[in-house]
Antibody, heavy 130, light 110 residues
Framework: QVQLQESGPRLLRPSETLSLRCTVS????????WSWIRQPPGKGLEWIGY???????NFNPSLKSRVTISVDSSRRQFSLRLTSVIAADTAVYYC????????????????????????WGQGTLVTVPP | QSVLTQPPSVSEAPRQRVTISCSGS????????VSWYQHLPGKAPKLLIY???LRPSGISDRFSGSKSGTSASLAISGLQSEDEADYYC???????????FGPGTKVTVL
């Protein structure tokens, strides 16, 4: 059974760096692709970015300048780092696995295209007061 | 503002069928596979449909997906009270180089 669990500080001050980790069990962290998704209070889901099974990353253009996603295989974790947080970064943050399929798909520019997120963490609320 | 468009809400009586639309463009739905997610309050989203019309293992066949051109649909048949949730479509956007979610549709069982 694949399980994902987010961890990290839940209360930040403006301008600080958000750092979350997602611990994976029941699946190989190296052979899968992983994403972070968030949901601000009262709003919809927003994709933050991914790290593919080949180590490639892509990020939401609105967050690209502030986001880093990395994998620590030895700890079976992947991490999200979001710098210079503001109140608008207050959200429930989810980590998720891209559903493995028979073959990976890439867009015309060669970017890995997620097939869909089949396992999710329970989510963690991160608050940045105004 | 999402590049995918969904109705804010739909409602139907129990045991009936409801359809949720998702409209996009050639850079997303027209050129890439669509996924659908069910999101219950306080829970993690659940993948219902991937690759336009495929169901992951364990997903009820009451849920079905379809796509034509730059639009996709999720149908829920035999509506049950437990189906009350927010439903999101999603797809990769070649122009934005990003995975985009629709704004979500709230399904209410009357």
């Amino acid at each position: 059974q694949v399980q994902l669990q987010e961890s990290g500080p839940r209360l930040l001050r403006p301008s600080e760096t958000l750092s979350l980790r997602c611990t994976v069990s029941g699946a190989s962290i190296r052979s899968n692709s992983w994403s972070w998704i968030r949901q601000p209070p009262g709003k919809g889901l927003e994709w933050i970015g991914y790290i593919s099974n080949r180590g490639a990353t892509n990020f939401n253009p609105s967050l690209k300048s502030r986001v880093t996603i990395s994998v620590d295989s030895s700890r079976r974790q992947f991490s999200l780092r979001l710098t210079s947080v503001i109140a608008a970064d207050t959200a429930v943050y989810y980590c998720a696995r891209d559903m493995p399929t028979r073959s990976d798909y890439f867009d015309p520019s060669g970017n890995f295209v997620p097939s869909g997120f089949d396992y999710w963490g329970q989510g963690t609320l991160v608050t940045v007061p105004p | 503002q999402s590049v995918l468009t969904q109705p804010p809400s739909v409602s139907e009586a129990p045991r009936q069928r409801v359809t949720i639309s998702c409209s996009g463009s050639n850079s997303n739905i027209g050129n890439n596979a669509v996924s659908w997610y069910q999101h219950l309050p306080g829970k993690a989203p659940k993948l219902l449909i991937y690759y336009d019309d495929l169901r992951p293992s364990g997903i009820s066949d009451r849920f079905s997906g379809s796509k034509s051109g730059t639009s996709a649909s999720l149908a829920i048949s035999g509506l049950q009270s437990e189906d009350e949730a927010d439903y999101y479509c999603a797809a990769w956007d070649d122009r934005l180089i990003a995975y985009v979610f629709g704004p979500g549709t709230k399904v209410t069982v009357l």
